[in-house]
């Protein structure tokens, strides 16, 4: 029972590690995206993370954030399959809210900084 929770704890850290890291990725190539097709300059920049009083800034993070769970739920669900857990898709469940929850603090106590950026 120990090794288990054990197991689960540094899982969460791995795969804490690994998300971070996927959405650091897909969150510079949206920018990179956005650069490419609509040819921003600093102007439509600004005016992209000022839209509604600086949510346009909250919309750029939390898209690839939203997108990166979707992709790597199912490789957590397949890691929880591999190592043999028994409720992998309960633990996949845990770890992706635990993640979520997280997440969700961190840009709760952000927003100062995020509010400061948008103006």
């Not at 102007?43 to 992709?71: A, E, R």
Request: no cysteine; glycine share 6%; charged share 10%.
């Amino acid at each position: 029972m120990i090794i288990k929770i054990l197991i689960l704890i540094l899982s969460y850290v791995f795969i804490g590690i690994i998300v971070g890291l996927f959405y650091v990725a897909v969150l510079l190539s949206i920018f990179y995206l956005m650069k490419k097709i609509f040819h921003m300059n600093e102007s439509k920049w600004t005016s992209l993370f000022k839209i509604h009083n600086g949510l346009g800034v909250y919309y750029t993070l939390i898209i690839p954030w939203i997108i990166t769970i979707l992709i790597m739920f199912p490789i957590i669900v397949s890691w929880f399959e591999l190592i043999g857990l028994e409720y992998n898709i309960l633990a996949s469940v845990s770890i992706v809210l635990l993640l979520l929850i997280t997440t969700a603090w961190k840009f709760y106590k952000g927003r100062e900084v995020l509010a400061r950026i948008s103006r």
